[in-house]
């Protein structure tokens, strides 16, 4: 098994420009989540899913949308980047569906923007 | 929403001792709390969780206690190892959502 991957690892983008930041997962997971990560400021959930076709918006959703056609993979995308928007993302799975159950996390992205 | 405080946010230990990091939450319909390890670069790892209906969980070097009552749930871990080194998140979730504390940079000295 893979486990979760995401893709790419590293992007910079300029204001203004939108960019999908990819997640999948082979472990046939219901549940996974977008999380960005500031320094001192923890993990702050950004999208989650439930399942296939299910979305809902988690603490800081403004400026992110997610889709989820099918179980294993989870998008994210920008649609005019910010430079606020500079983090490191991570994606992750759970075999809960409610996801509580240990998340798996991706390797994550950083991402910078300009 | 929910609020998680995590303190202290750096403690530095020598090797042997033990280390505890506390967590308080806002929301009482929080129902389950997991800890994470998050090595310098790399993905956080879940290493322990609880549930609300159970005080007290261990697993070798690491428990982790709750206090519905009072809010607030700790990590204790004993022995430390410089290998324990890094920065420890905890979390609350409820009703699918999960919310994390700011993390707790853990320095073991050999």
């Known amino acids: 098994n893979a486990g979760v991957t995401q893709t790419p690892k590293f992007q910079v983008l300029k204001t203004g420009q939108s960019m999908t930041l990819q997640c999948a997962q082979d472990?046939?997971?219901?549940?996974m989540s977008w999380y960005r990560q500031d320094p001192g400021m923890g993990l702050r959930l950004i999208h989650y899913s439930v399942g296939a076709g299910i979305t809902d918006q988690g603490e800081v959703p403004n400026g992110y949308n997610v889709s989820r056609s099918t179980t294993e993979d989870f998008p994210l995308r920008l649609l005019s980047a910010a430079p606020s928007q500079t983090s490191v993302y991570f994606c992750?799975?759970?075999?809960?569906?409610?996801?509580?159950?240990?998340?798996?996390f991706g390797p994550g992205t950083r991402l910078t923007v300009l | 929403g929910e609020n998680v405080e995590q303190h202290p946010s750096t403690l530095s230990v020598q090797e042997g001792d033990s280390a505890v990091i506390k967590c308080t939450y806002s929301d009482s319909a929080s129902n389950y709390f997991p800890w994470y390890k998050q090595e310098l670069g790399k993905r956080p790892q879940l290493i322990i969780d609880i549930r609300s209906n159970v005080g007290e969980k261990k697993d070798q070097r690491i428990a982790v206690t709750l206090n519905k009552t009072a809010k607030h749930f700790s990590l204790h871990i004993t022995e430390t190892q410089p290998e324990d080194s890094a920065v420890y998140f905890c979390a609350a979730s409820n009703f699918n959502k999960f919310y994390f504390g700011s993390g707790t940079k853990l320095n073991v000295k050999p």
């Open positions: 472990m046939n997971h219901e549940y």
């Open positions: 992750a799975s759970s075999y809960v569906a409610s996801g509580e159950g240990e998340q798996f």
